[in-house]
C-alpha cells in the first residue's frame, strides 16, 4: 500500500517484481532450447496469472516497464539464435529493414546491447510479437481493471 495526496493506493511489492523476472529470465535464457512458439506460450502463461493476481494495483506503469523489458529479452533471444552476420541480415530484411540499415542489426557482440537498436526494434516490433501471440502485460492489465 502507499498513500498519495490522502488517498490509499495498492502497488505491486518489488520483490514481486524480482520474482517475475527471474522467472521470466528463465524462460528467455538465451541458449534455451525449443521453438519460439513454446517459449512465448510458457510466457503467456506466467504472465497472465501474475497478472492476474496483481490486477487490483493501482500502478500501470509497472506493467509498462515489465512489457518492454519482456520484449527486449525476446529480442536479445531471436537476436542470439540467428547466430551469424549473413543470417542476421537476411532475417532482417527477410522482416522488413531496408538492406542498407539491415547490416546495423547484423553485427555486434552483446545479444541486450543489439536488442535495444533501433533496426532490431523496427522488425522485432511489438506488432511482431503481437502477431506471434505474446500477452502484453499492460494491455491484460487494462482489460481486466476496466472489466
Do not use: H
Amino acid at each position: 500500500f502507499f498513500r498519495r495526496k490522502g488517498a490509499v493506493y495498492v502497488r505491486v511489492a518489488s520483490q514481486a517484481v524480482e520474482r517475475l523476472q527471474a522467472k521470466l529470465r528463465q524462460l528467455t535464457q538465451r541458449t534455451r532450447p525449443g521453438t519460439l512458439d513454446e517459449i512465448l506460450k510458457g510466457i503467456n502463461r506466467q504472465v497472465t496469472g501474475w497478472v492476474g493476481y496483481f490486477r487490483l494495483a493501482d500502478t500501470p506503469s509497472v506493467f509498462a516497464e515489465l512489457d518492454e523489458w519482456l520484449r527486449r529479452r525476446l529480442r536479445q533471444l531471436i537476436w542470439k539464435r540467428w547466430k551469424r552476420g549473413k543470417t542476421r541480415w537476411r532475417e532482417l530484411v527477410k522482416l522488413g529493414v531496408p538492406r542498407d540499415k539491415a547490416g546495423l542489426g547484423a553485427v555486434g557482440t552483446s545479444p541486450w546491447r543489439m536488442a535495444a537498436s533501433p533496426v532490431v526494434q523496427m522488425a522485432l516490433s511489438n506488432a511482431y510479437f503481437r502477431r506471434q501471440g505474446l500477452v502484453s502485460l499492460a494491455e491484460r492489465y487494462r482489460q481486466l481493471r476496466s472489466a
